[in-house]
């Protein structure tokens, strides 16, 4: 079956580094969505990616889809401790809607 | 806001008890679904519905039942709980003319002793 690997599994940076998370799935998607958990919290959906190569910014967050459509990142300019949480990456395969396969998930910590 | 309300957000069990947790929206959303959280596996679906009494398994289904019997509440049963299924349950929703983004629940919490 269709499996997503995000890596890394942790990232501790300084308040005002940038933060990195790749998400690389072992077959062709139709979609990848991001997700950000705060601690003690529920995934919120952050973003949807279609197209090949698409490029997408929110503020600081910038998301990419790759040109085959197998791999993601998301990158977040000089962190904030309010960035604290846990990224995750979710693809969607076919016609399978809302059913989707997530990755591990990225543990950001932000040092103030 | 989703509307989506889990019940218990908590809940400890022995091994071998039943235990069933209720998924209830307010909004008339078709699509449900009920994911597992675990360290370092992320969310993993367990069953979905795509309307009354229409269900479906998901990738990690064994040991679990679902059933939808109105719109807005979508149960899951562990017929004989294990130590395994310790875990965060999130329900979820999709929008019925969206784009497949999941909105989910605030989540229960099971502990299996």
């Known amino acids: 079956g269709q499996q997503v690997m995000q890596i890394p599994q942790y990232q501790h940076v300084q308040e005002g580094e940038d933060f990195t998370t790749y998400c690389n799935s072992s077959?062709?998607?139709?979609?990848i969505q991001w997700y950000k958990q705060r601690p003690g919290g529920h995934p919120v959906f952050l973003i949807q990616l279609v197209k090949s190569g698409e490029v997408k910014k929110q503020k600081r967050l910038t998301f990419q889809f790759g040109e085959a459509k197998k791999n993601s990142s998301l990158h977040i300019t000089a962190t904030q401790t309010t960035d604290v949480g846990t990224y995750f990456c979710a693809g969607q395969g076919g016609t399978s809607y809302g059913k989707l396969t997530f990755g591990q998930g990225t543990i950001l910590t932000v040092h103030p | 806001d989703a509307g989506i309300t889990q019940s218990p957000r908590h809940k400890v069990t022995e091994t071998g008890t039943p235990v069933t947790l209720r998924c209830h929206q307010t909004?008339?959303?078709?699509?449900m679904y009920w994911y597992r959280q675990d360290p370092g596996h992320g969310l993993r679906l367990i069953h979905y519905s795509y309307g009354v009494k229409d269900t479906d398994k998901g990738e990690v289904s064994d040991g679990y039942s679902v059933s939808r019997s109105k719109t807005e509440d979508f149960l899951l049963t562990l017929e004989s709980a294990t130590s395994s299924q310790t875990s965060v349950y999130f329900c979820?929703?999709?929008?019925?003319?969206?784009?497949?983004?999941?909105?989910f629940g605030e989540g229960s919490r099971l502990t299996v002793l």
């Open positions: 979820a929703i999709t929008w019925d003319r969206g784009t497949g983004e999941l909105f």
């Open positions: 909004e008339n959303h078709r699509y």
């Open positions: 077959t062709t998607l139709s979609n």
